[in-house]
């Protein structure tokens, strides 16, 4: 059956609305979190437990079956009575069980299957949805390694504790309720022997509890400090090459790597000695319960030696079953870690709250800082009492020495940080009133450094936008100056670009940039070193594109070059956090004072 027959977004996407109030509700009792997952799929899982009963009958009934024969045999040698019909009988309907065990095996994992694929694919998207809702600082302090990891491998940690539950637990209880059911009604003295085995095996689980629980939790917060530093080292390996620092890079992960690999060790060593000494503890109870049931024969307790076999075939059954349980005590450490793992981006409430706040049907693009003021940390101010106001439609330059503050101005126009203290003001309303998705809408951004994914060049340049018409696309890419060489290409916009755009120069990357802003046609534009990485022809072409982009519209430009913004309705000078000067390009250069010294040093 395939994929669109079995599951639906429509249900997954209702499950991870759930699955995140879960969290949210539940807290950090992970285990309680787990058993609250799949409470919805009880139906599934109690018919799936009703399958797995009668998938596993031939091994429940083997031991009955061959003590039957045995004591059949028995009686042929002892009384002379004829043991084929009894032997007949037995293997006709053994046989018959056997035979059921297919279909229903298939129709026992289809259930369970479909309930912890349904939760593992809810868990992701759930991840997912609430990643797009957290804040940005959020992922910079998580680092997007960490939550790659915890996305993958925690979500399969929790998929394989569940399948783990949901195949162990049915054959366990089966299988324990049917020894103790035989045995008690063939012998309740032997019953009690087999009861010894519990709190030997308690003993052993408390012992090692502890210890499995900090070891699991170690390699758990290794592994995700070394997949966070290798995603660095991927996004940083052009640069790690073009410095000849490879051995460095090399060192720096081989320590991560020896951590985890440490770490793990720590792990196998403590499940290796926990194994152990629940299999010798196992083997000595099966020794004694044969030594046992042996006596028992002699002494005349047990009328038939076929009962002995039956004792210790469903003594190892109940044995190996208190040990399955036991033993899967490093993956429900390691599946409930991964839940409170999980947790650490679904309980969290760094997020960008929009409800009940005014959505943004249109944008005029005044902008107004009130004696605004942030800072990263308590320490340092970066942002102190700033106060400036960008009427509709005008170009404004933000200049100043690097880490002054421009970016992070963008950053509080876009909503991405908010202010400590003071007001930003869009269109009269304080941004802090307003639905930042709907004001969102209505503004293009042209980053610094061009972000593109891997697919085709069409669906880079119209990511987010539904029903864009192929001349919307033409218009953007020859605005943009990128028409002549899209179309030059073998598949022109269907061509294919290579992750972070590898197989297209910086200049054409920032290019496709911009003409992705100019496809969504904003009212707020905003150009953090939008030419950075252009050559002077190119640059005076893409100037050209921008001064036509931005008619009209509202448009924040970050710039170094200054011979960029000399066409700015108005330049701000920021130091120290505050806007020192403002005006027009010649009046600051007449005026002499910081703007005419950055360009004095731009011009040496």
């Given at each position: 059956m395939s994929k669109k027959q079995m599951f639906s977004e429509g249900e997954i996407e209702t499950l991870e609305d759930e699955l995140i109030e879960e969290y949210l509700k539940t807290g950090k009792k992970s285990i309680r979190l787990l058993f609250k997952m799949y409470l919805r799929y009880w139906r599934e899982f109690l018919l799936s437990a009703f399958f797995y009963l009668i998938k596993q009958a031939p091994v429940l009934f083997m031991p009955l079956v061959i003590a039957e024969i045995i004591n059949a045999v028995e009686a042929y040698i002892v009384k002379g009575t004829d043991p084929m019909r009894t032997i007949i009988s037995h293997i006709i309907f053994i046989g018959a069980l056997l035979v059921i065990n297919i279909p229903t095996n298939a129709i026992y994992v289809r259930l369970y299957s479909k309930a912890t694929r349904r939760v593992e694919a809810g868990l992701r998207g759930a991840m997912v949805k609430k990643l797009q809702r957290l804040s940005i600082p959020f992922h910079i302090e998580m680092q997007s390694g960490r939550i790659q990891s915890k996305l993958m491998n925690d979500v399969a940690n929790v998929h394989t504790l569940s399948t783990q539950l949901v195949t162990t637990l049915p054959a366990v209880l089966v299988n324990i309720i049917t020894a103790i059911v035989v045995i008690s009604t063939k012998s309740p003295i032997v019953l009690l022997f087999f009861l010894l085995c519990v709190p030997v095996n308690v003993a052993l689980v408390r012992a090692f509890r502890k210890k499995i629980n900090k070891a699991t939790a170690d390699l758990r917060k290794d592994t995700e400090k070394t997949a966070a530093s290798l995603n660095d080292m991927e996004e940083m390996v052009q640069i790690t090459r073009a410095h000849a620092l490879e051995n460095a890079e090399v060192k720096k992960m081989t320590s991560h790597l020896t951590s985890v690999a440490n770490s793990g060790f720590s792990l196998d060593m403590i499940q290796a000695y926990f194994g152990s000494f629940l299999w010798v503890t196992i083997q000595l109870f099966q020794l004694g319960s044969l030594v046992f049931s042996s006596l028992l024969y002699i002494n005349g307790y047990l009328k038939e030696i076929g009962d002995i076999t039956l004792f210790q075939t469903y003594f190892n059954?109940?044995?190996?079953?208190v040990s399955s349980i036991i033993g899967m005590l490093p993956i429900i450490t390691k599946g409930a870690e991964s839940v409170s793992s999980i947790g650490e981006i679904l309980q969290s409430n760094d997020i960008e709250a929009n409800e009940g706040k005014e959505k943004i049907e249109s944008l005029e693009g005044t902008l107004e800082f009130k004696d605004l003021s942030f800072s990263y940390d308590e320490e340092q101010m970066l942002i102190k009492d700033l106060s400036l106001k960008i009427e509709k439609g005008q170009t404004v330059a933000l200049v100043g020495e690097s880490g002054v503050g421009k970016t992070t101005l963008i950053n509080l126009i876009i909503g991405f940080i908010h202010a400590k203290s003071g007001e930003l003001l869009v269109d009269g309303?304080?941004?802090?009133?307003?639905?930042?998705?709907?004001?969102?809408?209505?503004?293009?951004?042209?980053?610094?450094?061009?972000?593109?994914?891997?697919?085709?060049?069409?669906?880079?340049?119209?990511?987010?936008?539904?029903?864009?018409?192929?001349?919307?696309?033409k218009n953007a890419l020859e605005a943009s100056r990128m028409y002549d060489f899209v179309m030059s290409l073998p598949k022109g916009l269907d061509s294919r670009l290579d992750e972070h755009a590898a197989n297209l120069s910086g200049g054409q990357k920032q290019r496709l940039s911009i003409a992705r802003a100019i496809i969504r046609n904003p009212s707020l534009i905003i150009l953090d070193e939008a030419t950075s990485a252009l050559d002077n022809v190119s640059e005076r072409e893409i100037q050209r594109a921008i001064?036509?982009?931005?008619?009209?519209?509202?448009?924040?430009?970050?710039?170094?070059?200054?011979?960029?913004?000399?066409?700015?309705?108005?330049?701000?000078?920021?130091?120290?956090?505050?806007?020192?000067?403002?005006?027009?390009?010649?009046?600051?250069?007449?005026?002499?004072?910081?703007?005419?010294?950055?360009?004095?040093?731009?011009?040496?």
């Open positions: 059954t109940l044995t190996w079953q309303k304080n941004i802090e009133d307003i639905d930042l998705t709907t004001y969102r809408k209505h503004i293009s951004i042209v980053p610094q450094n061009s972000v593109m994914f891997a697919g085709s060049i069409r669906e880079n340049i119209t990511y987010g936008i539904e029903n864009v018409t192929e001349e919307q696309i001064n036509s982009l931005t008619k009209d519209k509202t448009t924040i430009v970050v710039a170094h070059r200054l011979s960029t913004i000399r066409n700015a309705d108005k330049i701000v000078v920021i130091k120290d956090g505050r806007c020192v000067e403002e005006g027009i390009y010649n009046e600051l250069i007449n005026k002499g004072g910081e703007f005419y010294k950055m360009h004095s040093a731009s011009q040496s």
